[in-house]
């Protein structure tokens, strides 16, 4: 119950601000989405225009929507105070067995970010706990994708 309410919302609310105004450097685009009949718009060029191209070609993948917030995420600042806010994520992936929140990076920006508002990697996996525990609360999974080194071959045949 709490996990259909919770998907039911994040579809309605997506997408939940115009792509582009949390990512003012980044070269915008849209992609025509065969898996969900629709135009899907994205903020990276180089991140998320990728990671839809692999959920397009998964099998697994039934369906996404993007720009998903996130209401009531909570983390302690370093003074120790609690701070919530209303973060928008990229993508909330839908497949046969699992509905997961994917939160699309450039490692770069990840390896900048280690240590620092939940950010970090263990054995090469990279999450944020603030956001992993929203998800998990609400049954849903996290993840943090990145496009594998080097990109530009990788992009190449993905195309």
Sequence with gaps: PVQQRTVEELVRLSPARKVGKGALHNLRGRLPSKKCSALRLFESHTVERLFFYEVELDPRVIGYVTQV???????????????????????????????????????????????????????????????????????????????????????????
């Design 69 to 159: 917030p996130l209401v009531g995420v909570e983390r302690r600042l370093p003074n120790g105070r609690r701070h919530v806010s209303t973060p928008t994520l990229d993508v909330l992936v839908f497949t046969q067995k699992s509905i997961t929140i994917v939160e699309c990076k450039d490692e770069d920006w990840l390896r900048k970010r280690e240590g620092t508002k939940g950010w970090s990697c263990l054995d090469g996996v990279w999450t944020c706990e603030p956001y992993a525990r929203w998800a998990t609360d609400r049954g849903l999974g996290f993840r943090v994708w990145h496009p594998p080194y080097p990109f530009a071959v990788y992009l190449r045949n993905m195309e």
